[in-house]
């Protein structure tokens, strides 16, 4: 709250005596996101189109600390840092949580690709509310639905890793369904249900859901394998990783 006071207002008492925040209140949850870039990493600004994936920043600052740790088992134990470390993020959204959060605390430089006009307006907005981050963060428009990396990587250019927040269902109805089943776990009932995380429907689902998105990744990768070291992206089911180990 004394990095962010917008916070203050969703701080509530909880049940064990402690502070805490609704986590089923949308606003709620970019309040909380926004005071905690602010305050672990220095963000300012940080704002979202309304309806938009606000994502849970523990767990992307997790997936890239792994993917440090990744990198530093082929230099000798140590991780990288500095601007050299050259980071694909697909998909990179209207929150531009990887790149935020990779620059800050590996100082990486970052590439992020995006279908979705408002949602690079939105990043690119994040990006001129803090200094320096223009330089560090790239924003490319991928204009082919149908394609992943292609477009994106041009020739010559090389990556030290990519890194992907796949969308996780297969359709709109799956991404509905989904979120009533959650709600009803909460008690909260399902009617009407919004998703607390907010998505628009490229960010939750695409044809064949995770498992076909990850198979049109790694074979678009096989053409690329000079030019990035290493292909990563964050999986939502243990169901979708024998497939992806076949191929």
Avoid at 167 to 188: I, M, N, Y
Wanted: hydrophobic content about 45%.
């Amino acid at each position: 709250v004394a990095a962010s006071p917008e916070l203050g207002p969703f701080v509530l008492r909880a049940r064990h005596g402690g502070a805490s925040i609704d986590l089923t209140d949308p606003a709620a949850v970019v309040a909380l996101n926004r005071a905690l870039l602010a305050e672990a990493y220095g963000i300012r600004g940080w704002d979202l189109p309304p309806g938009y994936l606000c994502p849970p920043i523990p767990g992307r600052a997790d997936y890239l600390h792994h993917l440090a740790d990744l990198l530093a088992s082929g230099n000798g134990g140590a991780i990288p840092r500095g601007a050299a470390v050259r980071v694909l993020d697909i998909g990179v959204g209207a929150n531009a949580i990887y790149p935020l959060v990779g620059h800050r605390e590996y100082g990486w430089s970052f590439v992020g690709s995006e279908l979705d006009e408002a949602a690079l307006a939105s990043a690119a907005r994040i990006l001129a509310a803090n200094p320096g981050l223009g330089q560090a963060i790239e924003l490319r428009r991928q204009r082919n639905r149908n394609a992943i990396f292609a477009g994106v990587i041009q020739p010559g250019e090389r990556f030290d890793l990519t890194l992907c927040n796949p969308p996780f269902h297969g359709s709109a109805r799956e991404a509905r369904e989904a979120t009533q089943a959650k709600w009803r776990k909460l008690g909260r009932g399902a009617s009407g249900a919004a998703r607390n995380f907010g998505g628009q429907g490229p960010e939750l689902w695409c044809e064949g859901g995770e498992a076909g998105f990850l198979h049109r990744m790694i074979e678009e990768s096989v053409a690329l394998g000079r030019q990035v070291r290493w292909f990563t992206s964050l999986v939502s089911s243990s169901a979708t990783l024998p497939g992806a180990h076949r191929l």
